[in-house]
């Protein structure tokens, strides 16, 4: 994540008595003949710089063109650039040459002749493990069933999960997070853990989506449905994005009760998380679109802002089975807990909606309302890649001893295939280097073999850089199988070397506070995929290919390590993955860098959102 610090020094003061707000003031006065707010700009002169303070506060671009023309004729008044100064905020006659060089080196992506077969063979699997891939897409887009989606739109008249966020999200793709989780479960299928997480864009402003699916199992809460959910909210609490929830769900699913209440991350971390994410002023809001029982009940309540849906949305703790075997009354949803009751007498909900099309609609409007700015338009005009990123199908390896050049695949990645390499002639078994992403400048940290000494201390070195000039960093992890112990003491100290090398740059990773998105391409595999920056690390986004194998030691390069069960290596490590949602989505090799690039505009979102003063979570009752 972003470093909290300020991310542009334009307004730091230099030591000494200088006052440089004044002739600052005097100037803004005599131009627009209005009193400036001298106490809001001294209170914010500390933590932003004047001219992005300005700018939030009076939408004139006319103003920062004075100020960028009047800067340079303040001399002595403490508004030089300062060592302090984020490069990407210097003052430029043209910010687009400045941000998308076409001086970078270009990379050679041909395919020597002499990998030609090799590349056949890594097609020919990625072909065979996309279509795996697919089928298991199609079947989870259909939710519970065709009977059961019937049942939902025809007998309960509601709308289809996926036809709801239609109608929520702008028109445009969305990046759905972790769809295939919740399949061969020990306690069945669960298709996308019975709820679709992702983040797409409302009136043009990047937001989380958590969406119940009362097609599969009424939209019970699982265990893997908690870990998903609550892995939306932590992306959403890292790039600071607007929550958005849909709630059709019958609440947990008791027989695993253990699973999903007393732990520490477990069903009530979710409401935890509301309560923090609203005291650090990321915007909550939440459609009631269907039945919201027991615990589920307190993440409507919870939201900032709620809707509840006329005759389909219903709101409680108990349902009427339960009250009638308690009480022996009986009573009707609606009367229990409907939307008329919430609208005007519990107040429960905000907002009344005859429909689910007039609900969305008001969620739009009340995002409208939030004050949280969009990613600016620039006027990119990235150059493609130079080379086909359909060849990256080629590029996957099948496996470790498949692995081509990894410039092969930054060449189809990155902005005209050019690309500014870091220490090129110095551990050559990992690359670094500076690239763009569809205009977006990135640290690109990828393995292309054994991370050994060098590589690690050249990588801690970049990673560093990266750090101090505050741009994001993509991974791309193809970590070697862990060699066997060593079989003489110069080995051991080789060894021992590459462990102090890697520890310096686990170091770097941990501490960068910038963005990071995780790729991993190949294998990951023991402590080289920390160094990596894997799940433990707390990338931003982790990605897998579908060609990816991850293991802690791969059992085809130890056979003597039994596997569990009378799984194969493969089966095992897919049932694995499903089971622990250990990365936020498969993506295919050939939309990576539509991948990439949408999510490093997600993350920019955040420099422009304001930062909540108040500690406090908004009390709704």
Known sequence: MWSPAPLCALGRRRPGPAAPLQPLTRLLQKEYREKI????????????????????????????????????????????RTQHLSPRCFVSNNPKSRRNPKTFPVLDGRVPAVYQHVFEENLRNSEAVIQRYSELLERVKKGGGEKAILRHTQRNKKLFVRERLRLLLDHEDFLELSPLAGLDMPYGDVPAAACLTGIGRICGVWCVFIASDATVKGGTIYPIGVKKQLRAQEIAMENRLLSVHLVDSGGAFLPLQSELFPDKLHGGRIFYNEAIMSAMGIPQVAVVCGSCVAGGAYVPTMAEESVIIDKIGTLFLAGPPLVKAATGEDVSPEELGGARLHSQVSGCSDHFAASEEEAYECIRNVVSTLNCDPVPEEDREPDSPLYSPEELLGLAPLDYSCTLPVKLILSRLVDGSRFQEFKAAY????????????????????????????????????????????????????????????????????????LKAQASMMAAVACAAVPKITIVIGGCFGSDSYVMCGRSFSPNFLFLWPNARVALVDPRHFPTVPPAGDWTGEELELKQLKAKLWDDGIILPQDSRKVIAQCLEIMEQKKSQAVSPHPHPIIRM
């Open 427 to 498: 551990g050559t078994t990992l690359v670094t280097g500076f690239g763009h992403v569809e205009g977006h400048l990135v640290g690109i940290v990828a393995n292309n073999g054994e991370l050994v000494h060098d590589a690690a201390l050249k990588g801690s070195h970049f990673v560093q850089l990266c750090g101090q000039r505050e741009i994001p960093i993509l991974f791309l992890q193809n970590t070697a199988p862990q060699p066997a112990g060593p079989a003489s003491i110069s080995q051991a100290e080789a060894h021992s070397n590459r």
């Open 37 to 80: 707010p001298i106490h809001l700009l001294q209170r914010e002169y500390r933590e932003q710089p004047p001219i992005y303070l300005l700018q939030r506060e009076y939408r004139e671009k006319s103003l920062i063109h004075l100020l960028q023309r009047e800067y340079r004729a303040l001399p002595g008044q403490g508004w030089g």
